[in-house]
């Protein structure tokens, strides 16, 4: 049975937080900036960069409060909410300034952190009042939390006649065999025992997250905390999967009526918490998306990231087909949409891959506009691993980046050892994006290399390093800089 998408006690309880936000919010007005995308779009990278160029006083001409000498300072002020954990700035700026620089640990669940910034408004009126305080809240959560917003409209026969069908296309085979395997000998009328349901949920499980491997690149589908569970990992909560139907009505005691109440308890106490307490409290939103790592995929795994960015992008349309429209009591005004990790191409390909982007989320942006967002489409990178040159191939000039791939990264039969710097041609991007949602002979060779952290960071007046990006400062201007005019 499907249970209420809402309830009055949730309707309440947002409410009341947006009325403590906005009465601390007489002292210090807050803008609260969710931060999302799916698993390694470059959440963790983006925000330390974010707070690191801000806390630092970094050059950030494309951020007119800083170019315009506005911005007086930013400090890290006390964590705001004891029930969210704290984004460990700290650690993920020692990892990437450490000897070796290693990327840090990536999200793995919601964590928040607040800034307060001070500034000279550029308003005359308001200037005469001395100096101005914005509070930025950041919460970074993981983008595969979104794909269950869908979950709570359907019921258990809805979602697993769903699940089971994708399951069962000829692209999910090899990922999905194992577990439709040990699903073709279970009765779902059979008594309800825990360990059938331990098996089947962990085979559930293995089959979502090879799907997302890095060849593969296929991306998720609900429960997102079977993706990215978060603190969950282990719980009961997630001991469910999907089943065909029974024959009969089942009984109290059968398997299907167990996973039945495993899922709505997955929906009561996971999924809504997350939608009242966090993603409805939030001002303006960033997706990352990394599209790069999809192109090198092909086909199917651009098509699906299409389609998973649509789910996730649907958490941000308003109206009745939203179950938790009626819950937003304040609403997203601004959408990001970024293709991270851009110094991967040198930057003469940023507008076709910005181009891409559009195309990855034009469904999506368009039903956000419809409900009144402003959105935008920007090709960054958070912190460039990369410079660029050229070199010559048989009389053309090609544009080439430079950096040290990490070990074990592989080109055709070379494998790098993560101490060798190269240059690398990494193809050319489509002129018209849709030939990279059709056939594999359509698209074009394309070579993306994750690469390590850069080293010898050039350091500022005041002895901070600094870490080169592309366009981090026009991101920061389109989702702080108009409240802080
Ligand atoms: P999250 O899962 O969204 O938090 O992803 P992370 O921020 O941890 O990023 C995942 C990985 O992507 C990192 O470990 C890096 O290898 C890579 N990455 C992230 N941002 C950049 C960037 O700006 N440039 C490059 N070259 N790689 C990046």
Not at 68 to 80: D, F, M, N, Q, W
Not at 289 to 311: I, K, Y
Not at 375 to 390: D, N, P, Q, V, W
Request: charged share 20%; aromatic share 8%; glycine share 6%.
């Amino acid at each position: 049975m499907s249970s209420l998408p809402t309830t009055i006690a949730d309707e309440l309880s947002i409410t009341l937080g947006n009325l403590a936000d906005a009465a601390t919010g007489t002292v210090t007005p807050t803008l609260r900036i969710g931060v999302t995308g799916l698993s390694r779009a470059g959440k963790t990278i983006f925000i330390t960069a974010l707070i690191h160029n801000l806390l630092t006083g970094a050059r950030l001409p494309g951020f007119p409060p800083m170019a315009e000498g506005r911005l007086i300072g930013a400090r890290l002020a006390e964590h705001p909410d004891n029930a969210t954990p704290r984004f460990a700035y700290e650690n993920h700026l020692a990892a990437l300034t450490g000897h070796p620089p290693a990327w840090p640990e990536s999200t793995r669940r919601i964590s928040q952190l607040r800034l307060t910034l001070r500034y000279q408004s550029a308003r005359w009126l308001r200037s005469q009042l001395g100096i101005s305080t914005l509070n930025l809240d950041i919460v970074d959560y993981p983008g595969e939390w979104l794909l269950d917003l869908p979950l709570l409209t359907k019921s258990y026969a809805e979602w697993s006649a769903e699940a089971l069908a994708l399951a069962r296309r000829p692209a999910r085979a090899a990922e999905a065999k194992d577990f439709l395997d040990a699903l073709s000998h279970i009765d779902p009328a059979r008594e309800a025992d825990e360990v059938t349901a331990e098996t089947l949920a962990t085979s559930f499980t293995h089959y979502l997250r090879t799907s997302r491997g890095d060849a593969r690149a296929l991306s998720t589908l609900p429960p997102g905390r079977f993706l990215m569970p978060g603190d969950l990992e282990g719980s009961p909560a997630l001991t469910f999967a999907p089943l065909p139907p029974p024959a009969a009505t089942p009984r109290h005691a059968s398997l299907y009526a167990m996973l039945e109440r495993r899922y709505e308890a997955y929906k009561s106490v996971v999924v809504r918490p997350f939608f009242r307490d966090h993603f409805a409290r939030l001002d303006r939103q960033i997706v990352l998306v990394d599209a790069l790592r999809a192109l090198n995929a092909g086909p199917e795994a651009v098509a699906d990231l299409e389609t998973a960015l649509t789910s996730v992008l649907a958490c941000f349309r308003q109206g009745a087909s939203n179950p938790i429209s009626r819950l937003f009591t304040r609403r997203i005004d601004r959408i990001l949409f970024a293709a991270t990790k851009a110094d991967l191409l040198h930057h003469t390909s940023h507008p076709r891959l910005e181009a891409i982007l559009n195309r990855l989320v034009a469904n999506a942006a368009r039903r956000a506009k419809f409900a009144g967002a402003e959105t935008r489409s920007l090709a960054i990178a958070a912190i460039r691993a990369t410079h660029e040159g050229t070199v010559k191939d048989n009389g053309e000039t090609l544009h080439t980046i430079i950096g040290t791939p990490e070990n074990g990264q592989r080109l055709g039969e070379v494998v790098y050892d993560g101490e060798t710097e190269i240059a690398l041609f990494p193809g050319d991007l489509p002129e018209n994006p849709d030939s990279l949602f059709k056939t594999a002979d359509s698209t074009p060779h394309l070579n993306f290399l994750r690469f390590l952290p850069p080293a010898n960071l050039p350091v500022s007046e005041t002895g901070d390093p600094v870490f080169p990006y592309i366009r981090l400062d026009r991101a920061l201007d389109f989702l702080v800089g108009d409240k802080m005019q």
